[in-house]
Structure formats: structure tokens, C-alpha cells
């Protein structure tokens, strides 16, 4: 007696490193529960593969060579909010998971982590769950959900190329209270340094803020 063929997830793959996308098609391929239904190297031509080839996952870079992937994320699950989409990205974890969430994505993974992490947060999605880093799960690492209003706009302003004086301006606000939101911003976020302050910043600007 012939054994059932089993259903495999259809995953679309957005990558616009071709060498890490053959990567993550190769690997997703080698599990028995998914194949890859199409893949992409830039965000236009994804609302268009997820018509016509129907995915339940797709693993998105943030940073592609034609715009941001957040928009992508936001365009496509407006139309198929079925979607199960794990965000895998070099961008810092403490600034974008959280958004991402936001938008609708299901995981977010940072790309020096194992590949077989790939296949265990596809995994816990298509099983109706979720993947994300601790800071968004629940647990006490630092990200940019925890700023205050104004410490999000000092933030902006710092991710804008903005120094003290200029930001204190623009908010009206004095050149210490200024410093204070800054320390207080570098204390949230988890960094010591002023240039890692402004690494972050203008890496969240960059990504569609």
C-alpha cells in the first residue's frame, strides 16, 4: 500500500545576497516539512510571487537593494494576512524585532545565528506560534518598546544626525535634559557608548522609521 505524500509549507525566500538566499533555499529544502516555492532578491516582485504562488511562510530580509523590507512586510500581509513571515536580518534585534512585530511579522531572527535555527522558527510558526527574541517575548533584554515618547524622539533626532544643541532646540528642551534622555536612552537600549547610540539610531531611521 502506497504511503500518503506529505503536505509540505510553501515558503517564498527574500534575500537579496544571492549567496545567502541559495543558502536558505538549500536548507529549507532539505527539510521534510518545507519547500521553497519561489525566491527573490528584491521587494517588488514580492506582492506579485506571493499571488501567484500562494506561500504559508516567507523569510525576509529587512535591508534589500530596491527599499526597506518593513514596507514589503506591511504591503504583503495587508493582502494575505495569513502569512507567516520570519524576518531573518543583520540588523540589530534591540531596535527592530519589535517593530517588525508590529508590522505583522511572526519571527524575527538575527542572521549570525545557527541555520538550523532557521528551520525550528519556521517550525514554531507554521504550528501558529511565534519566534522573537526575548526583549519581545517577555524577558528583560532592551529594546525600543520601552522608550518614553520623548526619549523616541530624541532618538529619532539622534538617528537624523542631530547633535545636543540642535536637538534641544527642536524640542525646547535644555542641553542637560537633552544629555539626560541621552543616558537614559543609552541605559535602555543596552549600549555604553555614544557612537553606538548613534549606530543604532540611524540603523532604525534607515530601516522606514
Known amino acids: 500500500m502506497n504511503q500518503p505524500v506529505p503536505i509540505k509549507d510553501r515558503v517564498l525566500v527574500v534575500d537579496d545576497h544571492p549567496l545567502v538566499r541559495l543558502g536558505?533555499?538549500?536548507?529549507?529544502n532539505q527539510h521534510p516539512a518545507f519547500m521553497v516555492c519561489a525566491e527573490t532578491g528584491t521587494g517588488a516582485e514580492v506582492p506579485g510571487l506571493v499571488q501567484?504562488?500562494?506561500?504559508?511562510?516567507?523569510?525576509?530580509?529587512?535591508t534589500l537593494s530596491d527599499g526597506s523590507g518593513l514596507g514589503v512586510l506591511r504591503e504583503v500581509l495587508a493582502v494575505a494576512p495569513h502569512l507567516g513571515v520570519l524576518v531573518v536580518s543583520m540588523l540589530d534585534a534591540r531596535v527592530y524585532a519589535e517593530r517588525c512585530r508590529q508590522a505583522g511579522a511572526r519571527?524575527?531572527?538575527?542572521?549570525?545565528?545557527?541555520?538550523?535555527?532557521?528551520?525550528?522558527?519556521?517550525?514554531?510558526?507554521?504550528?501558529g506560534g511565534t519566534w522573537f527574541p526575548d526583549a519581545i517575548a517577555g524577558g528583560d533584554k532592551p529594546s525600543v518598546a520601552n522608550l518614553s515618547p520623548r526619549e523616541l524622539e530624541v532618538f529619532d533626532?539622534?538617528?537624523?544626525?542631530?547633535?545636543?544643541r540642535a536637538i534641544a532646540d527642536k524640542l525646547g528642551l535644555s542641553d542637560k535634559t537633552v544629555e539626560?534622555?541621552?543616558?537614559?536612552l543609552k541605559k535602555k537600549l543596552g549600549?555604553?557608548?555614544?557612537?553606538?547610540?548613534?549606530?543604532?539610531?540611524i540603523g532604525w531611521k534607515e530601516g522606514g522609521a
Do not use: F, S, W
Not at 52 to 61: A, G, H, I, K, T
Not at 157 to 164: E, H, I, N
Not at 180 to 184: G, M
Open 24 to 28: 536558505l533555499v538549500q536548507l529549507i
Open 52 to 62: 501567484r504562488e500562494d506561500p504559508d511562510l516567507m523569510v525576509l530580509d529587512l
Open 107 to 127: 519571527g524575527y531572527l538575527a542572521k549570525e545565528g545557527a541555520p538550523t535555527t532557521v528551520l525550528e522558527a519556521l517550525g514554531a510558526i507554521a504550528g
Open 157 to 164: 533626532l539622534v538617528g537624523r544626525g542631530l547633535p545636543t
Open 180 to 184: 539626560a534622555h541621552k543616558a537614559n
Open 191 to 201: 549600549v555604553h557608548h555614544a557612537h553606538e547610540l548613534v549606530r543604532l539610531a
